[in-house]
Protein backbone atom coordinates (compact mmCIF):
# COMPACT_ATOMS: atom_id res chain seq x y z
CA UNK A 1 0.00 0.00 0.00
CA UNK A 2 1.07 3.40 -0.61
CA UNK A 3 0.01 7.00 0.55
CA UNK A 4 1.60 10.33 0.04
CA UNK A 5 0.83 13.58 2.68
CA UNK A 6 1.54 16.97 1.66
CA UNK A 7 2.23 19.34 4.28
CA UNK A 8 0.27 22.39 4.21
CA UNK A 9 -2.70 22.46 1.95
CA UNK A 10 -1.90 26.45 1.24
CA UNK A 11 1.73 28.32 1.04
CA UNK A 12 2.39 32.03 0.10
CA UNK A 13 5.41 33.46 -0.99
CA UNK A 14 6.63 36.46 -1.82
CA UNK A 15 7.49 36.82 -5.65
CA UNK A 16 11.16 35.89 -6.00
CA UNK A 17 11.52 34.31 -2.79
CA UNK A 18 12.17 30.38 -2.36
CA UNK A 19 9.58 27.76 -3.13
CA UNK A 20 9.55 25.00 -0.86
CA UNK A 21 6.41 22.55 -0.70
CA UNK A 22 6.84 18.89 1.40
CA UNK A 23 5.94 15.95 0.51
CA UNK A 24 6.33 12.16 2.09
CA UNK A 25 5.72 9.52 0.66
CA UNK A 26 4.94 5.73 2.08
CA UNK A 27 5.51 2.77 0.30
CA UNK A 28 6.17 -0.96 0.31
CA UNK A 29 7.84 -1.16 -2.71
CA UNK A 30 10.85 0.82 -4.35
CA UNK A 31 8.21 3.92 -5.27
CA UNK A 32 8.11 5.76 -8.64
CA UNK A 33 7.42 9.66 -7.37
CA UNK A 34 6.08 12.50 -9.01
CA UNK A 35 5.31 16.22 -8.99
CA UNK A 36 2.27 17.47 -10.88
CA UNK A 37 0.67 20.86 -11.14
CA UNK A 38 -3.15 21.97 -12.05
CA UNK A 39 -4.20 25.44 -13.18
CA UNK A 40 -7.79 26.28 -12.67
CA UNK A 41 -10.26 24.85 -14.77
CA UNK A 42 -7.40 22.78 -16.18
CA UNK A 43 -5.78 18.84 -16.21
CA UNK A 44 -2.36 17.79 -14.61
CA UNK A 45 0.95 18.87 -16.06
CA UNK A 46 3.71 16.74 -15.18
CA UNK A 47 6.59 18.87 -13.64
CA UNK A 48 9.53 15.90 -12.73
CA UNK A 49 9.29 12.37 -11.92
CA UNK A 50 11.62 10.15 -9.98
CA UNK A 51 12.04 6.80 -11.67
CA UNK A 52 15.50 5.67 -9.45
CA UNK A 53 17.68 6.99 -11.54
CA UNK A 54 19.67 10.45 -10.02
CA UNK A 55 18.31 11.42 -6.59
CA UNK A 56 18.11 15.17 -7.44
CA UNK A 57 15.28 15.44 -10.57
CA UNK A 58 15.31 18.35 -12.38
CA UNK A 59 11.92 19.34 -14.15
CA UNK A 60 10.27 21.88 -16.20
CA UNK A 61 9.76 25.93 -15.31
CA UNK A 62 12.75 25.86 -12.70
CA UNK A 63 11.65 23.52 -10.43
CA UNK A 64 13.24 20.81 -8.74
CA UNK A 65 13.25 18.23 -5.87
CA UNK A 66 15.22 15.56 -4.27
CA UNK A 67 14.11 12.12 -3.33
CA UNK A 68 15.25 11.37 0.43
CA UNK A 69 15.13 7.67 1.26
CA UNK A 70 16.19 8.20 4.56
CA UNK A 71 13.61 10.63 5.49
CA UNK A 72 10.58 9.03 2.83
CA UNK A 73 10.49 12.49 1.47
CA UNK A 74 10.09 14.52 -2.12
CA UNK A 75 10.15 18.17 -1.56
CA UNK A 76 9.51 20.35 -4.87
CA UNK A 77 11.59 23.80 -4.87
CA UNK A 78 12.21 26.54 -6.90
CA UNK A 79 14.77 29.15 -6.27
CA UNK A 80 12.81 31.72 -7.23
CA UNK A 81 9.00 32.36 -7.14
CA UNK A 82 7.10 33.87 -10.08
CA UNK A 83 3.80 35.19 -10.44
CA UNK A 84 3.00 32.21 -12.57
CA UNK A 85 3.87 29.59 -10.40
CA UNK A 86 0.68 30.35 -8.56
CA UNK A 87 -1.68 27.30 -9.04
CA UNK A 88 -2.45 23.82 -7.08
CA UNK A 89 0.71 20.86 -7.03
CA UNK A 90 0.27 17.43 -6.45
CA UNK A 91 2.49 15.02 -5.23
CA UNK A 92 2.04 11.00 -6.00
CA UNK A 93 3.97 7.66 -6.07
CA UNK A 94 3.46 4.63 -8.05
CA UNK A 95 4.75 1.48 -7.94
CA UNK A 96 6.10 -0.26 -11.30
CA UNK A 97 6.03 -4.20 -11.08
CA UNK A 98 6.60 -4.46 -14.83
CA UNK A 99 3.43 -5.59 -16.10
CA UNK A 100 1.71 -2.04 -16.30
CA UNK A 101 1.84 1.13 -16.26
CA UNK A 102 1.91 4.15 -13.38
CA UNK A 103 -1.18 3.74 -11.27
CA UNK A 104 -0.71 6.98 -8.97
CA UNK A 105 -1.67 7.60 -5.63
CA UNK A 106 -2.09 11.53 -5.04
CA UNK A 107 -1.75 13.79 -1.75
CA UNK A 108 -4.52 16.17 -1.13
CA UNK A 109 -2.22 19.38 -2.76
CA UNK A 110 -0.94 22.15 -2.08
CA UNK A 111 -2.24 25.38 -3.07
CA UNK A 112 0.51 27.52 -3.97
CA UNK A 113 0.05 31.41 -4.13
CA UNK A 114 2.66 33.94 -5.05
CA UNK A 115 2.71 37.75 -3.36
CA UNK A 116 4.00 40.64 -6.03
CA UNK B 1 -1.56 20.79 -24.93
CA UNK B 2 -1.46 17.25 -23.96
CA UNK B 3 -3.75 15.78 -27.35
CA UNK B 4 -5.83 14.37 -24.66
CA UNK B 5 -9.56 15.62 -25.07
CA UNK B 6 -12.16 14.71 -22.64
CA UNK B 7 -16.29 15.39 -23.59
CA UNK B 8 -18.36 16.92 -22.37
CA UNK B 9 -16.66 19.09 -20.40
CA UNK B 10 -19.42 19.59 -17.58
CA UNK B 11 -22.21 16.98 -17.00
CA UNK B 12 -25.43 17.08 -14.43
CA UNK B 13 -27.20 14.44 -13.70
CA UNK B 14 -30.01 13.48 -10.91
CA UNK B 15 -29.47 10.55 -8.34
CA UNK B 16 -29.59 7.26 -9.79
CA UNK B 17 -29.28 7.91 -13.44
CA UNK B 18 -26.21 6.70 -15.65
CA UNK B 19 -23.22 8.89 -16.93
CA UNK B 20 -20.73 8.25 -19.65
CA UNK B 21 -17.49 10.05 -19.57
CA UNK B 22 -15.31 10.23 -23.09
CA UNK B 23 -11.76 10.32 -23.47
CA UNK B 24 -9.58 10.60 -26.59
CA UNK B 25 -6.10 9.88 -26.71
CA UNK B 26 -3.23 10.77 -28.93
CA UNK B 27 -2.35 8.00 -31.51
CA UNK B 28 -0.34 5.14 -30.07
CA UNK B 29 -0.94 5.49 -26.56
CA UNK B 30 -2.53 2.29 -25.57
CA UNK B 31 -3.05 2.77 -21.88
CA UNK B 32 -5.50 5.14 -20.38
CA UNK B 33 -6.04 5.74 -17.08
CA UNK B 34 -9.69 7.58 -15.20
CA UNK B 35 -9.45 9.08 -12.07
CA UNK B 36 -11.47 11.01 -9.77
CA UNK B 37 -10.92 14.21 -7.92
CA UNK B 38 -13.29 15.68 -5.64
CA UNK B 39 -13.35 18.92 -4.71
CA UNK B 40 -10.27 20.12 -3.16
CA UNK B 41 -8.72 16.90 -2.83
CA UNK B 42 -6.07 15.01 -4.50
CA UNK B 43 -7.43 12.28 -8.06
CA UNK B 44 -8.17 9.20 -6.77
CA UNK B 45 -7.24 6.00 -9.31
CA UNK B 46 -10.21 4.31 -10.39
CA UNK B 47 -8.46 1.90 -12.92
CA UNK B 48 -6.57 1.39 -16.08
CA UNK B 49 -6.61 -0.08 -19.31
CA UNK B 50 -4.17 -1.65 -21.76
CA UNK B 51 -4.73 -2.01 -25.20
CA UNK B 52 -8.37 -2.80 -24.41
CA UNK B 53 -8.07 -5.02 -20.97
CA UNK B 54 -8.37 -3.78 -18.09
CA UNK B 55 -4.85 -3.28 -16.26
CA UNK B 56 -5.98 -2.28 -12.55
CA UNK B 57 -8.07 -1.18 -10.53
CA UNK B 58 -8.62 1.44 -7.33
CA UNK B 59 -10.98 1.29 -4.54
CA UNK B 60 -14.24 1.90 -6.83
CA UNK B 61 -17.55 -0.17 -7.08
CA UNK B 62 -18.10 -2.24 -9.69
CA UNK B 63 -21.00 0.70 -10.81
CA UNK B 64 -17.69 1.95 -12.25
CA UNK B 65 -17.16 0.50 -15.63
CA UNK B 66 -14.99 1.28 -18.60
CA UNK B 67 -14.31 0.48 -21.98
CA UNK B 68 -11.03 0.95 -24.27
CA UNK B 69 -11.46 1.25 -28.07
CA UNK B 70 -8.35 0.48 -30.83
CA UNK B 71 -8.96 3.79 -32.01
CA UNK B 72 -7.21 5.23 -28.84
CA UNK B 73 -10.41 6.34 -27.51
CA UNK B 74 -11.79 5.48 -24.27
CA UNK B 75 -15.56 5.63 -21.64
CA UNK B 76 -16.08 5.64 -18.29
CA UNK B 77 -19.35 4.67 -17.43
CA UNK B 78 -21.21 5.28 -13.69
CA UNK B 79 -24.26 3.39 -12.99
CA UNK B 80 -26.50 4.54 -9.96
CA UNK B 81 -25.05 7.63 -9.65
CA UNK B 82 -24.86 9.00 -6.15
CA UNK B 83 -24.43 12.44 -4.88
CA UNK B 84 -20.49 11.86 -4.03
CA UNK B 85 -19.81 11.24 -7.49
CA UNK B 86 -19.76 14.81 -8.28
CA UNK B 87 -16.10 15.60 -8.86
CA UNK B 88 -13.81 16.21 -11.89
CA UNK B 89 -12.94 13.23 -13.97
CA UNK B 90 -9.75 13.06 -15.14
CA UNK B 91 -8.62 10.48 -17.51
CA UNK B 92 -4.60 10.19 -18.59
CA UNK B 93 -2.58 8.17 -21.57
CA UNK B 94 0.45 7.64 -22.37
CA UNK B 95 2.39 5.75 -24.99
CA UNK B 96 3.80 2.23 -23.41
CA UNK B 97 3.58 0.17 -20.49
CA UNK B 98 5.45 2.40 -17.55
CA UNK B 99 7.95 4.14 -19.96
CA UNK B 100 6.66 6.96 -20.99
CA UNK B 101 4.77 10.16 -18.92
CA UNK B 102 1.31 10.31 -18.38
CA UNK B 103 -0.75 13.05 -20.53
CA UNK B 104 -4.06 14.20 -18.61
CA UNK B 105 -6.84 15.54 -20.06
CA UNK B 106 -8.83 18.60 -18.93
CA UNK B 107 -11.20 16.44 -17.07
CA UNK B 108 -14.94 16.40 -17.42
CA UNK B 109 -16.51 18.09 -14.28
CA UNK B 110 -19.71 16.10 -13.05
CA UNK B 111 -22.41 16.89 -10.75
CA UNK B 112 -25.11 15.14 -9.19
CA UNK B 113 -28.26 16.59 -7.76
Known amino acids: AQSVTQLGSHVSVSEGALVLLRCNYS??????LFWYVQYPNQGLQLLLKYTSAATLVKGINGFEAEFKKSETSFHLTKPSAHMSDAAEYFC??????????????FGKGTKLSVIP | ETGVTQSPTHLIKTRGQQVTLRCSSQSGHNTVSWYQQALGQGPQFIFQYYREEENGRGNFPPRFSGLQFPNYSSELNVNALELDDSALYLC????????????FGPGTRLTVL
Open chain 1, 27 to 32: SSVPPY
Open chain 1, 92 to 105: AVSPYSGAGSYQLT
Open chain 2, 92 to 103: ASNADRGTDTQY
